[in-house]
């Protein structure tokens, strides 16, 4: 790919690729849009060759489509190690957490890393305790800040020409608010992140709710990107 033409119209990926609005609406963390969409890397062995594709919820979940699709090409039951690195618009509910799980019990050499843009009812406690028993499988899970965005964009969409470096930009805002919830799943928290929405006008509103169990177990450096706390300065 040449940086600034677009993908090329020979790229084997352009037929996986798809289209910036749906990426916008899909990943954007202030939209609550209904269908998850998993964008997916796999990795064999020690190659640096990503094998990349996209799915979207049908009748069943993304996530457990692209494990039984996996599963079926037969590999994952040789000795190769492999990687797998999930940009997914929702994070997994508590059903297909527990389907993940297994199906890590099932294959030891799968590695999974999940970068969310949102978090799915997140106070639901089953969805709570489902990505933390993804964390202490080993699962690696993250909120998905500008890297991730502009890694999407350049190896996922179809952009037009010219359009390498337009991905789309979401205020860090978005990242620390879901960051900071994520915190609170995985330290056992009660949820600091209230999502209210207005049927009549569609709006959504974000509401950051802290307790002292909050200040107290949530680490440092994470309040501090957040700017919930600030650094201690003393003056000599
Ligand atoms: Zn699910």
């Given at each position: 790919?040449?940086?600034?033409?677009?993908?090329?119209?020979?790229?084997?990926?352009?037929?996986?690729?798809?289209?910036?609005?749906?990426?916008?609406?899909?990943?954007?963390?202030?939209?609550?849009?209904?269908?998850?969409?998993?964008?997916?890397?796999?990795?064999?062995?020690?190659?640096?060759?990503?094998?990349?594709?996209?799915?979207?919820?049908?009748?069943?979940?993304?996530?457990?489509?692209?494990?039984?699709?996996?599963?079926?090409?037969?590999?994952l039951r040789g000795p190769v190690r492999c990687s797998i690195t999930w940009f997914l618009s929702w994070s997994p509910c508590g059903a297909c957490a527990q389907a993940i799980g297994e199906f890590l019990r099932q294959h030891p050499n799968v590695s999974l890393v999940i970068y969310i843009a949102r978090l799915f009812w997140h106070v639901d406690e089953q969805n709570r305790q489902?990505?933390?028993?993804?964390?202490?499988?080993?699962?690696?899970?993250?909120?998905?800040?500008?890297?991730?965005?502009?890694?999407?964009?350049?190896?996922?969409?179809?952009?037009?020409?010219?359009?390498?470096?337009?991905?789309?930009?979401?205020?860090?805002?978005?990242?620390?608010?879901?960051?900071?919830?994520?915190?609170?799943?995985?330290?056992?928290?009660?949820?600091?992140?209230?999502?209210?929405?207005?049927?009549?006008?569609?709006?959504?509103?974000?509401?950051?709710?802290?307790?002292?169990?909050?200040?107290?177990?949530?680490?440092?450096?994470?309040?501090?990107?957040?700017?919930?706390?600030?650094?201690?300065?003393?003056?000599?």
């Amino acid at each position: 790919m040449t940086s600034g033409q677009g993908p090329s119209a020979g790229d084997p990926t352009l037929r996986r690729r798809i289209e910036p609005w749906q990426f916008e609406a899909s990943f954007d963390p202030r939209q609550l849009r209904r269908e998850t969409c998993l964008l997916s890397e796999v990795q064999w062995g020690t190659s640096p060759r990503a094998w990349r594709g996209c799915s979207l919820n049908t009748a069943r979940h993304a996530e457990v489509s692209f494990m039984d699709r996996l599963t079926s090409e037969g590999r994952l039951r040789g000795p190769v190690r492999c990687s797998i690195t999930w940009f997914l618009s929702w994070s997994p509910c508590g059903a297909c957490a527990q389907a993940i799980g297994e199906f890590l019990r099932q294959h030891p050499n799968v590695s999974l890393v999940i970068y969310i843009a949102r978090l799915f009812w997140h106070v639901d406690e089953q969805n709570r305790q489902g990505l933390r028993d993804l964390v202490t499988r080993g699962v690696r899970m993250q909120v998905m800040s500008d890297p991730e965005f502009a890694h999407c964009w350049r190896n996922f969409v179809n952009y037009s020409p010219g359009q390498e470096a337009r991905w789309p930009q979401v205020p860090p805002v978005w990242t620390w608010l879901y960051s900071l919830e994520l915190h609170c799943i995985l330290l056992n928290l009660p949820p600091c992140l209230k999502i209210s929405r207005r049927h009549h006008n569609q709006l959504t509103f974000f509401q950051l709710i802290l307790q002292n169990c909050h200040y107290q177990a949530i680490p440092s450096p994470v309040l501090l990107a957040s700017g919930l706390i600030h650094p201690f300065v003393t003056w000599a």
